[in-house]
Nanobody
Framework: QVQLVESGGGLVQAGGSLRLSCAASGTIFSINTMGWYRQAPGEQRELVALITHGGRSNYADSVKGRFTISRDNAKNTVYLQMNSLKPEDTAVYYC????????????????WGQGTQVTVTS
């Protein structure tokens, strides 16, 4: 019913940049919060950044000043601009949509994308 599709991952050298995109599709009325999480091998999934419907954002300390999250509510799309990438940023990045309201329903849902690989070489 609702799908999140990520794009923009890839292989870059340290100091480079990538821009991730995630588009939510389906009969969506609104999405409260959209965000990006990442998971490196052997580690737990962690929050990278999130942004509310009104545009308020939060970042993990490790990416503050380097990453910027934004969203286009009309397109139900969230972006993550990643600059000054470091090898420790290497992970699978997952898009998340929280508080998703489907048209004609009073319930909200959480959806996850399937992830996109980001690899940063030294």
């Amino acid at each position: 019913q609702v799908q999140l599709v990520e794009s923009g991952g890839g292989l870059v050298q340290a100091g480079g940049s990538l821009r991730l995109s995630c588009a939510a599709s389906g009969t969506i009325f609104s999405i409260n919060t959209m965000g990006w999480y990442r998971q490196a091998p052997g580690e737990q999934r962690e929050l990278v950044a999130l942004i509310t419907h009104g545009g308020r954002s939060n970042y993990a300390d490790s990416v503050k000043g380097r990453f910027t999250i934004s969203r286009d509510n009309a397109k139900n799309t969230v972006y993550l601009q990643m600059n000054s990438l470091k090898p420790e940023d290497t992970a699978v990045y997952y898009c998340n949509a929280d508080g998703v309201r489907i048209n004609s329903e009073r319930y909200t849902y959480i959806y996850w994308g399937q992830g996109t690989q980001v690899t940063v070489t030294s």
